[in-house]
């Protein structure tokens, strides 16, 4: 199935603190979102929003509403979950 990613304005602030070494294989990993959910992607349970993509030592949370993947926030994995 094919998703349509979105970008909350959130996520492009937590993308730009990101070194740029860094952002260009979270956003690689965020676009192969695209073909079926292709990565490291869970479900969680009892969190909003419910899907995590791992990428290394940073995350990214979404969702998924109709045939869009909805990209809520990307920050390290000591500080997302907070």
């Not at 995590?52 to 995350?59: A, D, F, N, Q």
């Amino acid at each position: 199935m094919q998703f349509k990613i979105e970008f909350k304005p959130k996520s492009f602030k937590d993308l730009k603190k990101i070194p740029k070494h860094q952002r260009k294989s979270i956003v690689e990993k965020i676009e192969g979102l695209e073909n079926n959910l292709a990565g490291d992607v869970k479900k969680m349970t009892n969190f909003s929003p419910e899907y995590r993509l791992r990428i290394g030592k940073y995350r990214v949370l979404f969702e998924i509403e109709n045939n869009s993947v909805v990209i809520y926030r990307i920050r390290h994995r000591k500080d997302i979950y907070r």
